[in-house]
Nanobody, 112 residues
Framework: QVRLVESGGGLVQAGGSLKLSCTSS????????MGWYRQAPGKQRELVAS???????NYGDSAKGRFTISRDNGKKTVYLQMNSLKPEDTAVYYC??????WGQGTQVTVSS
């Protein structure tokens, strides 16, 4: 059974940076695509970024040019480096392992 532990969320001022981490246990991390999604109050969960097992990346429109997803297969960890944060980035950020295993979420709050 796969278990995901997310960390790195918090409160930051607009223009600041945060780096999220998601570490997995169980499963074969290196074989699976990983992703970061977010959900703001009253909104649907949306893709932030994803990375394939081979390292190909894909970004949601809101993340392009500001966020970077990366993975360390040895540490079974996926990262999301978020720069130039905006108040509209405020949301709960969720890690996705493969296609259907979600982390518990980590809150990111960006103050103006």
């Amino acid at each position: 059974q796969v278990r995901l532990v997310e960390s790195g969320g918090g409160l930051v001022q607009a223009g600041g940076s945060l780096k999220l981490s998601c570490t997995s246990s169980g499963g074969i991390f290196s074989f699976n695509a990983m992703g970061w999604y977010r959900q703001a109050p009253g909104k649907q969960r949306e893709l932030v970024a994803s990375i394939s097992s081979g390292g190909q990346t894909n970004y949601g429109d809101s993340a392009k040019g500001r966020f970077t997803i990366s993975r360390d297969n040895g540490k079974k960890t996926v990262y999301l480096q978020m720069n130039s944060l905006k108040p509209e980035d405020t949301a709960v950020y969720y890690c996705l392992f493969g296609f259907n295993t979600w982390g518990q979420g980590t809150q990111v709050t960006v103050s103006s």
